[in-house]
């Protein structure tokens, strides 16, 4: 029987780097809801993702991310919506950008990612790697709708107070050349619940405030998602493709939902059209990655 390899086997040299020169609090507040990235601790990553990395992977639609990265620099409101299967998704976007040359580092330093509290709170060492991107964190509300109201108060006041700051925080850095990065599910796809899929009704706030965006759908799974802890997600080395589709004006794209729907929940309707989008995408460059892997 083969062996399967965690990343704490397979990377624990790596992570023994990255936890030595770990920077960021996991604890958050009010005060550090954004944080700047380490590009010490990406490196590393970097080093990671190659690793497991095949011949044939690589980005598609660079163009459509260098029209997003001159709207951004224009002044304009923008999003990069993109799947989310693993804890290596934005190391994997990251990379790739820059290894297409061009604007891939520009692209890669106007990034900031919608980070979830988990990844900071949870485990110090996943915490850790999480430090290696600009990110601004929030605390999900998907973790806020599970605390009981009575309870809960002190945590639910943090949680609220938290978003608000991370709110602030958004509006400060969305018009100042930045991309905002946000994992439209809300978490990690976990086949055994088929509900992690399924877009959270909070993107709908992000496209009406927000000018333009790219969809990001990704094929070929470097790390999969466990039951049990992070760092014991399995890994394994595949041939991995990201597409990025064009730049799309966020209030038409809005605007064609909301005429077409028949949904009582608006908010949901376009939370699912997105997630349409990225399964559509998604299902045709698998039959493309599928032909790279073949050969």
Request: a negative charge; hydrophobic letters at 40%.
């Amino acid at each position: 029987m083969a062996e399967t390899f965690t990343l704490t086997t397979f990377f624990s040299d790596h992570i023994k780097r990255v936890v030595k020169q770990a920077k960021a609090t996991t604890l958050i507040t009010e005060e550090n809801v954004y944080q700047e990235g380490d590009p010490n601790i990406m490196s590393v990553l970097d080093e990671m993702v190659e690793l497991l990395l095949l011949p044939g992977s690589g980005l598609d639609g660079m163009n459509h991310l260098e029209e997003l990265l001159e709207k951004a620099k224009s002044g304009k409101a923008c999003l990069l919506l993109v799947e989310h299967y693993s804890n290596m998704d934005l190391s994997i976007v990251s990379l790739m950008a820059r290894k297409e040359g061009g604007k891939g580092k520009d692209i890669n330093d106007a990034i900031i990612a919608i980070a979830g509290m988990k990844l900071n709170e949870d485990n110090p060492i996943v915490a850790a790697f999480a430090g290696a991107y600009d990110k601004i964190v929030i605390y999900p509300s998907r973790s806020l709708q599970e605390l009981d109201p009575e309870k809960d108060k002190a945590e639910i006041a943090r949680g609220n107070a938290i978003n608000r700051a991370a709110m602030k925080s958004l509006i400060r850095h969305k018009y100042k050349g930045r991309i905002i990065l946000v994992f439209p599910s809300g978490t990690r796809y976990r086949p055994w619940e088929p509900n992690s899929k399924k877009g959270v009704r909070e993107i709908d706030s992000y496209i009406r405030s927000f000018d333009y965006m790219c969809f990001v759908a990704l094929n070929g799974e470097l790390l999969h998602v466990q039951k049990s802890d992070m760092l014991n997600d399995a890994i394994s080395k595949d041939v991995v493709r990201v597409t990025v589709g064009p730049v799309t004006d966020c209030n038409e794209f809005r605007n064609k939902v909301l005429a077409q729907t028949t949904e009582e929940d608006k908010k949901q309707a376009v939370a699912n059209e997105i997630m349409n989008e990225l399964e559509r995408m998604h299902t045709a460059a698998e039959i493309e990655r599928l032909k790279i892997l073949n050969k």
